[in-house]
Structures are given as structure tokens and as C-alpha cells.
């Protein structure tokens, strides 16, 4: 009697199937039950994986303090172009100026004309004179300055994260 009981509960009735008779309604619970563990899965995948929840949330950017170069890698009456730091050094005769390469408008790096001597934004058309100074566009103010010093070894650097009034400059 009992062997016939264990073979009730495993056996369908109606097509002799191991476990269930695949129906619709069968079909669309196994599917949501899957959906489900799936989403499950992959929230904890994330909250504990790699660079989930026990991974710092830092964002990785260069110091703000960078060594810019000897004075004498600057040519006279030039302004040269950091890119990668968006920094200008222009240096007039004896003195340094570091200026900020993105525009006061919206933020696009605006880039130096040798034949004007200004410095134009390409996007908008704000205008700068060689000091930084805006004069024609829709840019509201001037670009920034930024801190320059020379260290012990006597190289020129500049702090992005300290701005100085426009009439700072540093002489060698």
C-alpha cells in the first residue's frame, strides 16, 4: 500500500510526468520564480561583489599640486598648453601666469590663437584677452588663475585647487 502511495505523489495522473504536467500556468510560475532569483542574485552580486558594498567609493583624480617644468623650458612671450592638467603657463618676459583652460560659460576649453594673441573658446565664441580677461562673448567673467610657486628644486608649481586674483603673477 505504501508503494502505491509514493507513486501517486510523483507521478501526474494524467500524462505519467516525474513531477508536473507542463501547462501554461506551470510555465509562467517557473518563469517568474526564475525571474525573481535572478534579480535577487544579481542585486547581492552587486552589493557584495567585486566593487559592491565593501569596495570605497573614491574617486581616483591627480593631485591638484603638479610640478609644471623649469623656467627656462618656457620660452619668452609664449603661452604654453598643459593639457592634460587644462592649464596654461604664459609667461611674459619674466613673469608666469597660470591660467585655467576651461571658458567661463559653459565649461568647453577654449584654446590659444597665436596670430590674435587671445584666447578664443571654440564653442561659443567667448573671447579672453593674453591675460585672461573676457571681451567679447557670452562668457560672465574672467578665466581662472591659479597658484604658482617655485619649490626647492626650481621648478614652477601650480595648485589648481588655490585661485588667485587676475593681477598675480609670479616673477623669476
Not at 590663437?113 to 571654440?122: A, G, L, R, V, Y
Not at 581662472?144 to 587676475?166: A, C, E, W, Y
Request: aromatic share 14%; net charge positive.
Amino acid at each position: 500500500m505504501g508503494s502505491k502511495e509514493e507513486n501517486k505523489c510523483c507521478k501526474s495522473e494524467k500524462e505519467g510526468g516525474i513531477w508536473f504536467t507542463l501547462s501554461r500556468r506551470n510555465f509562467l510560475t517557473l518563469a517568474g520564480w526564475g525571474l525573481f532569483f535572478a534579480s535577487v542574485g544579481a542585486y547581492l552580486g552587486e552589493l557584495f561583489g567585486y566593487k559592491g558594498f565593501f569596495y570605497p567609493k573614491v574617486l581616483f583624480e591627480p593631485s591638484p599640486k603638479f610640478a609644471a617644468g623649469e623656467p627656462k623650458n618656457f620660452l619668452p612671450d609664449s603661452v604654453t598648453t598643459l593639457k592634460s592638467r587644462k592649464v596654461f603657463v604664459v609667461r611674459d618676459g619674466d613673469s608666469f601666469k597660470a591660467i585655467s583652460v576651461v571658458c567661463q560659460h559653459l565649461g568647453c576649453a577654449v584654446e590659444f590663437s597665436k596670430e590674435k594673441n587671445i584666447f578664443e573658446c571654440p564653442c561659443h565664441g567667448s573671447k579672453y584677452y593674453r591675460n585672461g580677461v573676457n571681451f567679447a562673448g557670452p562668457a560672465p567673467r574672467p578665466l581662472d588663475h591659479f597658484q604658482m610657486v617655485i619649490d626647492d628644486n626650481g621648478r614652477l608649481v601650480i595648485d589648481t585647487s588655490i585661485k588667485v586674483p587676475l593681477e598675480t603673477e609670479l616673477i623669476v
